[in-house]
């Protein structure tokens, strides 16, 4: 019997039970959804705290008389700190706990608005925004990690899809943000609009978060080399995506040494990361196809998204001389429906029939049907004229990103996620920064393009057409009797209508280009990644793998 027995249990797989859960993990319930949704609006609450601010720039600029120049290295510096912070987080707060970081940052970035619009140079609001955005930079990763640790198996795409909200809801919402508090309040709550809000999120995360125990013995293994070289190298990097247009690129000594020295501090980071015992992220994810495909769409994914929502308020307020209240509408079209389908495209996405990589690819062909539409604009659109190109947003924006994190986090296992979460948030901070630096050179370039083609042909053309009059200068005879100032005026007026036929030939040139980019991004991800499947609560007698 036992000799028989023997060659049996050779062959039959060891059975353990599920790894336990650990003790400071209450049962899943209200309090822990209460917790969930905290770390959600504090998140928000950064994401606030940065668009608000920055597209308000003007408004903060005339107000604390901050010139032009100045006010572009306010938004460099504290997205600089912004994203550099969320590829050190993971590290920090699995060594002082994800309830105590969570709370601490949420606090220390309100706190540091109260005194932000009383600064009395330009100096110390830089170095002020610096700390605030290191301190919302902490959030994101953690709002990943919370979703992915305390949610339970079967509804883990729904808190990814809470995580996709930072990305489509709250970038949009920022624009009727500022023109609700510049309008209605005052400018000084553009800085303060996040106090009332933050205060409800740490309440929140107080009350729902598990308190999970500290462990101070990992800075025993502390990579100082990483933090002080990747720092300053994020830094660098993203101030060069930020003020390489307005600085001229390599024609500016500021832009050559800042890529010169960031790019070699980011090689040794790099290194240090690949080799060291305790990293900030793995770069050995980068051997995945499943994290390659991801992470590369991701960052062009977020780009396009702020690229498309960039074109819209670019025009209205360079062609048509709208404010922000009166753009507003626009934004509010592509961010209110987000709460609804979001969780629509989560719970599809949640169903094991449904292949996520099939609703990216649907997700890209809706926004270049967005940009072919786009390809259509003309001086004469008005702000209704940009609605169809939203409605088609607003099922494009969450059907990519939602399916874009779920190859890039569910592919891995559960001790993986602090690494993966700074790698994914870091580029999604730099994202935004690669659209900021490719909309300002693309745009500037292929307006100057068109303007010197349209002054070509009308020089060309011009004394062929010299027998047909000339309306502007016709119109404008009877306002003065000077006729040199008559001339001036005319002059300044065809300049004027050049500008705008240029910028508008421009904006139409980006949205070409990002008809092709939405569909190469949709043959890459139904070729590239590996199909992943939503999650669901391990059997206890599931044998080990």
Request: hydrophobic share 50%; with cysteine; proline share 8%.
């Amino acid at each position: 019997m036992t000799s028989a027995a023997t060659p049996q249990a050779d062959v039959t797989p060891v059975i353990h039970a599920s790894p336990p859960i650990p003790s400071y993990i209450p049962p899943f319930g209200i309090r822990t959804v209460i917790g969930c949704l905290g770390m959600l609006l504090a998140v928000h609450v950064a994401g606030f705290n940065e668009h608000v601010t920055e597209i308000g720039l003007s408004d903060i600029r005339g107000a604390m008389h901050i010139g032009h120049d100045e006010g572009t290295w306010l938004v460099a510096i504290y997205e600089a700190f912004n994203i550099a912070a969320m590829a050190f987080t993971p590290w920090f707060y699995m060594t002082f706990s994800i309830y105590r970081f969570s709370m601490f940052m949420t606090a220390a970035m309100a706190l540091l608005a109260i005194p932000a619009p009383f600064m009395p140079d330009v100096t110390s609001l830089c170095i002020l925004r610096a700390f605030q955005g290191l301190t919302a930079g902490c959030l994101p990763p953690v709002l990943m990690t919370v979703m992915l640790k305390y949610l339970p198996p079967e509804i883990r795409v729904f808190g990814i899809g809470g995580y996709a909200m930072s990305a489509t809801f709250g970038p949009n919402l920022g624009l009727p943000l500022e023109a609700f508090w510049f309008e209605h309040v005052g400018w000084h709550w553009l800085y303060w609009e996040i106090i009332p809000l933050a205060a409800l999120a740490v309440a929140m995360l107080a009350y729902g978060l598990p308190r999970d125990p500290m462990h101070f013995e990992r800075f025993r293994s502390f990579n100082w080399l990483g933090l002080v070289v990747g720092l300053p190298a994020i830094c660098s990097l993203v101030i060069v995506l930020y003020q390489g247009d307005r600085l001229d690129w390599f024609r500016s000594p500021v832009i050559t040494d800042l890529t010169l020295w960031g790019g070699a501090a980011f090689v040794v980071f790099v290194v240090n990361e690949a080799f060291h015992p305790s990293p900030y992220f793995r770069i050995q994810y980068w051997k995945s196809r499943n994290i390659q495909a991801s992470l590369l769409s991701l960052v062009g994914i977020l780009a396009i998204c702020a690229l498309m929502a960039d074109i819209p308020a670019t025009y209205l307020q360079a062609v048509r001389g709208y404010r922000p209240i009166q753009t507003a509408p626009v934004s509010l079209l592509v961010a209110l429906p987000q709460l609804v389908l979001l969780p629509l495209i989560a719970a599809l996405c949640n169903s094991r029939r449904v292949d996520c990589r099939q609703v990216l690819a649907a997700g890209m062909l809706c926004l270049a049907a967005a940009a072919w539409l786009g390809t259509w604009l003309t001086p004469d659109w008005v702000r209704d004229n940009f609605y169809p190109l939203q409605i088609l947003q607003i099922f494009g924006q969450p059907m990519t990103v939602i399916p874009t994190l779920m190859l890039a986090t569910l592919a891995m296992g559960p001790a993986d996620g602090p690494f993966i979460s700074g790698m994914v948030n870091m580029l999604k901070g730099l994202a935004n920064a690669v659209a900021f630096a490719l909309f300002a050179a693309v745009s500037r370039r292929r307006e100057q393009y068109h303007s010197t083609m349209l002054l070509d042909q009308h020089g060309t053309h011009r004394t062929a057409l010299a027998g047909m009059g000339d309306p502007v200068t016709q119109q404008l005879a009877g306002t003065s009797p000077d006729t040199a100032h008559v001339a001036r005026n005319a002059l300044q007026v065809f300049h004027t209508y050049v500008h705008e036929q240029s910028l508008v030939l421009a904006l139409a040139d980006v949205y070409f280009v990002l008809i092709w980019v939405c569909i190469g991004y949709a043959a890459l991800n139904l070729v590239l990644p590996h199909r992943v499947y939503p999650p669901r609560a391990p059997s206890p007698n599931t044998p080990a793998r």
